[in-house]
Nanobody, 124 residues
Protein backbone atom coordinates (compact mmCIF):
# COMPACT_ATOMS: atom_id res chain seq x y z
CA UNK A 1 0.00 0.00 0.00
CA UNK A 2 0.91 3.66 -0.06
CA UNK A 3 0.57 6.33 2.58
CA UNK A 4 1.34 9.98 3.17
CA UNK A 5 2.74 11.01 6.53
CA UNK A 6 2.70 14.67 7.54
CA UNK A 7 4.86 16.29 10.20
CA UNK A 8 5.78 19.74 11.42
CA UNK A 9 2.52 21.09 12.77
CA UNK A 10 2.21 22.73 16.15
CA UNK A 11 1.42 25.87 18.10
CA UNK A 12 2.97 29.16 17.08
CA UNK A 13 2.35 32.81 17.82
CA UNK A 14 1.04 35.15 15.17
CA UNK A 15 3.86 36.30 12.93
CA UNK A 16 5.77 33.09 13.46
CA UNK A 17 6.78 30.34 11.05
CA UNK A 18 6.30 26.62 10.63
CA UNK A 19 7.46 24.11 8.05
CA UNK A 20 5.27 21.15 7.18
CA UNK A 21 6.58 18.01 5.52
CA UNK A 22 4.72 15.19 3.84
CA UNK A 23 6.46 12.01 2.77
CA UNK A 24 4.88 9.38 0.57
CA UNK A 25 5.92 5.79 1.21
CA UNK A 26 5.21 2.48 -0.45
CA UNK A 27 6.00 0.89 -3.79
CA UNK A 28 5.55 4.15 -5.65
CA UNK A 29 5.96 4.31 -9.40
CA UNK A 30 4.97 7.92 -10.02
CA UNK A 31 3.42 10.88 -8.25
CA UNK A 32 1.65 13.66 -10.11
CA UNK A 33 0.49 16.76 -8.28
CA UNK A 34 1.09 17.10 -4.56
CA UNK A 35 -0.62 19.67 -2.45
CA UNK A 36 -1.64 20.98 0.92
CA UNK A 37 -5.21 21.55 2.00
CA UNK A 38 -6.58 22.80 5.27
CA UNK A 39 -9.81 22.54 7.18
CA UNK A 40 -10.77 24.85 10.01
CA UNK A 41 -13.57 23.96 12.43
CA UNK A 42 -16.95 24.43 10.82
CA UNK A 43 -15.45 25.15 7.41
CA UNK A 44 -14.92 23.19 4.23
CA UNK A 45 -11.54 21.82 3.29
CA UNK A 46 -9.74 24.26 1.03
CA UNK A 47 -6.68 24.19 -1.18
CA UNK A 48 -3.68 25.99 0.28
CA UNK A 49 -1.03 25.23 -2.33
CA UNK A 50 -0.27 22.62 -4.95
CA UNK A 51 2.74 21.72 -7.07
CA UNK A 52 2.81 19.52 -10.14
CA UNK A 53 5.48 16.98 -10.90
CA UNK A 54 6.91 19.51 -13.34
CA UNK A 55 7.05 22.27 -10.75
CA UNK A 56 3.97 24.33 -11.66
CA UNK A 57 2.64 25.95 -8.49
CA UNK A 58 -0.75 27.25 -7.42
CA UNK A 59 -1.50 29.14 -4.18
CA UNK A 60 -4.68 30.22 -2.49
CA UNK A 61 -4.94 34.00 -2.54
CA UNK A 62 -4.98 34.07 1.26
CA UNK A 63 -1.46 32.62 1.53
CA UNK A 64 0.31 34.17 -1.46
CA UNK A 65 3.52 35.85 -0.40
CA UNK A 66 3.55 34.06 2.97
CA UNK A 67 3.61 30.34 2.15
CA UNK A 68 6.00 28.47 -0.14
CA UNK A 69 5.43 24.96 -1.45
CA UNK A 70 8.24 22.79 -2.73
CA UNK A 71 8.88 19.14 -3.44
CA UNK A 72 11.67 16.64 -3.65
CA UNK A 73 10.66 14.16 -6.32
CA UNK A 74 13.45 11.75 -5.45
CA UNK A 75 12.11 11.50 -1.91
CA UNK A 76 8.41 11.72 -2.84
CA UNK A 77 8.17 14.52 -0.31
CA UNK A 78 6.37 17.85 -0.39
CA UNK A 79 7.01 20.77 1.94
CA UNK A 80 5.06 23.83 2.98
CA UNK A 81 7.04 26.71 4.47
CA UNK A 82 4.65 29.02 6.29
CA UNK A 83 5.71 32.49 7.38
CA UNK A 84 3.90 35.48 8.87
CA UNK A 85 1.29 33.15 10.25
CA UNK A 86 -2.08 34.55 11.25
CA UNK A 87 -4.72 33.21 13.63
CA UNK A 88 -6.94 32.56 10.60
CA UNK A 89 -4.35 30.05 9.37
CA UNK A 90 -5.34 27.80 12.26
CA UNK A 91 -6.59 24.51 10.84
CA UNK A 92 -5.80 20.88 10.29
CA UNK A 93 -3.48 20.72 7.30
CA UNK A 94 -3.75 17.72 4.98
CA UNK A 95 -1.31 16.53 2.36
CA UNK A 96 -2.64 15.13 -0.90
CA UNK A 97 -1.07 13.35 -3.85
CA UNK A 98 -3.25 13.23 -6.94
CA UNK A 99 -2.67 10.75 -8.21
CA UNK A 100 -0.07 8.28 -7.03
CA UNK A 101 0.70 5.21 -9.12
CA UNK A 102 1.96 2.33 -7.01
CA UNK A 103 2.28 -1.41 -6.81
CA UNK A 104 -0.18 -3.22 -4.60
CA UNK A 105 1.02 -6.79 -4.72
CA UNK A 106 1.19 -7.60 -8.41
CA UNK A 107 -1.37 -4.94 -9.34
CA UNK A 108 -0.56 -1.42 -10.49
CA UNK A 109 -2.94 1.09 -8.95
CA UNK A 110 -3.50 4.80 -9.46
CA UNK A 111 -5.51 6.91 -7.05
CA UNK A 112 -5.64 10.06 -4.97
CA UNK A 113 -4.14 9.65 -1.49
CA UNK A 114 -4.57 11.81 1.61
CA UNK A 115 -2.47 12.11 4.70
CA UNK A 116 -3.91 11.92 8.19
CA UNK A 117 -3.58 15.64 8.83
CA UNK A 118 -1.48 17.77 11.16
CA UNK A 119 -2.80 20.52 13.42
CA UNK A 120 -1.53 24.07 13.01
CA UNK A 121 -2.61 26.53 15.68
CA UNK A 122 -1.70 30.20 15.51
CA UNK A 123 -2.29 32.21 18.67
CA UNK A 124 -2.94 35.93 18.63
Amino acid sequence: QVQLVESGGGLVQAGGSLRLSCAASGSIVATNAMGWYRQAPGKQRELVAAISSGGNINYADSVKGRFTISRDNAKNTVYLQMKSLKPEDTAVYYCNADPITYWSGSSLRTRSVWGQGTQVTVSS
